[in-house]
């Protein structure tokens, strides 16, 4: 049976993600309203992606953020600021090869900022340099 503490952080938790839902789902609309179709989605998809590799390997490799911070931005905010469901609508709204590029870019992008965000977030881990090589021993 689940106590008044626990059903107090399960509300705390649930009151997080609304906030941080909020925030992103207004930000994207901005951005929607904006940019041109494809590009307003394409620019909050691969933000989304640079923003949540770097939670992703903060939490894992660093961990100043905390799991609060986590779900507030990661859970709330960048879950209703990305969008896969507009990305395949306008995709498939879109001329063929427009449609096509729209995929392209959006995996390629997406893909390269989630490696962006996790070399920034490497870059925060106590004891690296922010100026030296990813190979600790320096060599190429």
Sequence with gaps: MATRATWLRRGEVTALVAVGGFAGANLRHVLARSLPALGGTLVANVLGCLALGFLAYEAREVGFLGERTSLVA?????????TYSTFALETVQSAPLVGV?????NYTLGFAAVLVGRALARRLRPGSDAGASADPEGST
């Design 74 to 82: 990661g859970t709330g905010f960048l879950s209703s600021f990305t």
């Design 101 to 105: 590029a729209n995929v392209v870019a």
